[in-house]
């Protein structure tokens, strides 16, 4: 099971005084050394975190794999194209959210998805999408052309241990053997932290799980190696 390391929250926190710290693309290259085989980042409209700059030095030093989240607008395809993050994962956003609150609705909007991601993977990014545990919109990431979907695990991990939990994750187990059956590769990620990312790593089909806030606010308190070392400890030998 690999970990990939969401950043945003680092840059979030630099963001608040428009200052120079913490500065997530140091973050990135200590979290790499802690172990960390992927550098997240949500490049959004509004540049409430992230910013082009971050980017754009990401993709000079990072070793390991970049992965850019955003919205499918032409602004973004420019800056992608111009970047060439390893893969490009494409998200729902709203200006007035607090952080994604779902999966994108393939299924309602196939038809312009498709040409977006065939626009990417001619330029050789590899596209993901972040998908509701659904049936009916894995397949039609499918149809749109993708071979890796993120599948989010955000009602599970808002969910108290329970039944409701237990259901939860159901759902998307059941999802991710789904889309196992039709080649994709699948990722997972949304809400996870350290106390219930366990059952998540557990599944056999989820390959990498995509972690931010949790190890930012853990790392604030205990550092970031150590933060990526505890994490990498509890899904790495799944």
Not at 31 to 42: D, K, N, R, T, Y
Not at 127 to 155: H, M, W
Request: hydrophobic fraction near 45%; proline fraction near 4%; charged fraction near 25%.
């Amino acid at each position: 099971m690999r970990l990939a390391l969401n950043i945003d929250h680092f840059a979030t926190l630099r963001q608040a005084r428009q200052g120079t710290e913490p500065d997530p693309v140091l973050i990135a290259l200590l979290a790499e050394q802690s172990g960390v085989e992927g550098i997240v980042v949500h490049l959004r409209g509004d540049r409430r975190h992230i910013q082009d700059r971050d980017l754009r030095l990401l993709r000079q030093v990072v070793k390991t794999k970049i992965n850019l989240e955003m919205a499918a607008t032409p602004e973004m395809m420019e800056i992608a194209l111009e970047v060439r993050p390893d893969v490009v994962s494409l998200v729902p956003e709203r200006r007035e959210e607090l952080t994604t609150e779902g999966g994108l609705n393939v299924a309602a909007a196939r038809a312009t998805l498709s040409g977006f991601i065939a626009q990417l993977r001619r330029a050789g990014i590899r596209v993901s999408i972040f998908v509701d545990p659904d049936v009916q919109q894995i397949r039609s990431c499918q149809e749109a052309g993708v071979s890796l979907i993120e599948i989010n695990t955000g009602k599970y991990a808002d969910q108290k241990p329970g039944p409701g939990q237990a259901e939860a994750l159901r759902v998307v187990q059941e999802a991710a053997a789904f889309g196992r059956s039709l080649g994709l590769e699948i990722h997972a990620g949304h809400g996870l932290d350290y106390r219930n990312v366990g059952p998540i790593a557990d599944m056999p089909e989820i390959s990498e799980l995509s972690i931010g806030y949790s190890i930012v606010a853990r790392a604030a308190v205990v550092g970031i190696d150590r933060a990526v070392r505890e994490m990498i400890a509890l899904i790495g030998d799944k």
